[in-house]
């Protein structure tokens, strides 16, 4: 499955809900509010999905949210995509905040996901706590064990923000070597209204490598995820550092992916409107395949991300709504 552009389309981001139990000050206002139940697609509806878009060629799945282990009776859909490896599917991960992970650690390993990603942007449990707005990080750390104990590859992944975590990252990057996770730093993005202006904590990933070089010793690597990061080996700790750099260097010239929301919406680019209504064709019973690849021809070339004083978001949306 290939776009106007000749990129090949093989990775799907699929939101599960855009609920979560946090509030993150950069992806959501604090009086978030959510989706009416009746817009959210089924479970059995998003295993369709699922399905329709690995008869098209997609070779990686990850469930995202807003935080999809909250999503009720979750673990079915994770089964049923799971059954898919091996079919076509290459690999199913997930990407979480952690608050549940203990409980639903072994269960994701016996239903084929072998790596998680987990979002946590402070080691400070005060820190963690205020950025989150409700976040306890002792749970999160428990859910990390769980996860590593279950057989998990984990991944922390921590949105730099400049005056708030940016002298944590040496502590994070040594707390992954010990405990053999990676690593990875990601730009704020431009996503919906937020309770602050972005352009107080922006921080260019170019600043962060550059000081990280004066103390960690980061070699090239080609390793790559499936996804926008690019990575560099840390010698000190035999563990990878990744970079996801939307705003001072996109990535949209090798884009491989597409993001499902929660209702059903086909969006071809994080940064930009484009998208399908794959809810519309799934309850009329349409061929949701052939819609999937109608969409393709539609994909723009890129995002156009923008950061600045007063300048309003690139697009209206939440992360929490297109999916993480």
Request: proline share 3%; aromatic share 6%; hydrophobic share 40%.
């Given at each position: 499955?290939q776009?106007?552009?000749?990129?090949r389309?093989t990775?799907?981001?699929?939101s599960v809900?855009?609920?979560?139990?946090?509030?993150?000050?950069y992806?959501m206002p604090?009086?978030?509010?959510?989706?009416?139940r009746?817009?959210?697609?089924s479970?059995?509806?998003?295993a369709t999905l699922?399905r329709?878009?690995v008869?098209?060629?997609v070779r990686?799945?990850?469930?995202?949210?807003?935080e999809p282990?909250?999503?009720?009776?979750?673990?079915?859909?994770?089964?049923?995509?799971g059954?898919?490896?091996?079919?076509?599917?290459d690999?199913?991960t997930?990407?979480?905040n952690?608050s549940?992970?203990?409980?639903?650690?072994?269960?994701?390993?016996?239903?084929?996901?072998?790596?998680?990603n987990?979002?946590?942007?402070?080691l400070?449990?005060?820190?963690?706590?205020?950025?989150?707005?409700?976040?306890?990080?002792?749970?999160?750390?428990?859910?990390?064990e769980?996860?590593?104990?279950?057989?998990?590859r984990?991944?922390?992944n921590?949105?730099a923000?400049?005056?708030?975590?940016?002298d944590?990252?040496d502590?994070?990057?040594?707390?992954?070597?010990?405990?053999?996770?990676?690593?990875?730093l990601i730009?704020?993005m431009p996503?919906?209204?937020?309770?602050?202006?972005r352009?107080?904590?922006?921080?260019?990933?170019?600043e962060v490598?550059a000081?990280l070089?004066?103390?960690?010793?980061l070699?090239?690597s080609?390793?790559r995820?499936?996804?926008?990061?690019r990575?560099e080996?840390?010698?000190?700790?035999g563990?990878?550092?990744?970079f996801i750099?939307?705003?001072?260097?996109?990535?949209?010239?090798?884009?491989?992916r597409?993001?499902?929301?929660?209702t059903?919406?086909?969006?071809?680019?994080?940064?930009?409107?484009d998208?399908?209504d794959?809810?519309?064709?799934?309850?009329?019973?349409?061929d949701?395949?052939?819609?999937i690849?109608?969409?393709?021809a539609?994909?723009?070339r890129?995002?156009?991300?923008?950061?600045g004083?007063?300048?309003?978001?690139?697009?209206?949306?939440?992360?929490?709504?297109?999916g993480?």
């Amino acid at each position: 499955m290939q776009d106007g552009f000749g990129r090949r389309i093989t990775y799907v981001r699929m939101s599960v809900t855009d609920r979560c139990d946090f509030r993150c000050v950069y992806c959501m206002p604090e009086r978030m509010r959510f989706l009416p139940r009746a817009e959210v697609l089924s479970l059995e509806e998003m295993a369709t999905l699922g399905r329709a878009f690995v008869a098209c060629g997609v070779r990686k799945l990850r469930l995202t949210g807003g935080e999809p282990l909250v999503r009720r009776d979750v673990m079915g859909l994770v089964r049923a995509l799971g059954g898919l490896i091996g079919q076509g599917l290459d690999e199913l991960t997930l990407t979480t905040n952690g608050s549940q992970l203990a409980r639903y650690a072994a269960d994701l390993y016996a239903a084929g996901v072998r790596r998680v990603n987990v979002s946590v942007d402070s080691l400070r449990p005060e820190r963690f706590a205020a950025i989150t707005r409700r976040g306890k990080l002792a749970g999160v750390l428990e859910g990390i064990e769980a996860a590593a104990a279950a057989g998990l590859r984990v991944k922390l992944n921590t949105v730099a923000l400049r005056g708030v975590n940016d002298d944590e990252f040496d502590d994070l990057l040594a707390w992954c070597g010990v405990r053999g996770f990676d690593l990875c730093l990601i730009e704020t993005m431009p996503m919906g209204e937020v309770d602050e202006d972005r352009t107080d904590h922006y921080l260019p990933l170019t600043e962060v490598r550059a000081d990280l070089r004066r103390r960690w010793t980061l070699e090239p690597s080609d390793w790559r995820s499936g996804g926008p990061a690019r990575y560099e080996m840390v010698r000190e700790t035999g563990t990878r550092i990744g970079f996801i750099t939307p705003m001072t260097h996109n990535f949209c010239e090798s884009c491989n992916r597409v993001r499902v929301t929660c209702t059903g919406e086909l969006y071809l680019c994080l940064g930009q409107e484009d998208r399908a209504d794959l809810r519309g064709v799934l309850r009329a019973g349409g061929d949701v395949a052939a819609a999937i690849r109608a969409a393709m021809a539609f994909k723009p070339r890129g995002h156009d991300f923008v950061i600045g004083r007063d300048q309003r978001p690139a697009v209206a949306r939440t992360m929490s709504l297109t999916g993480g």
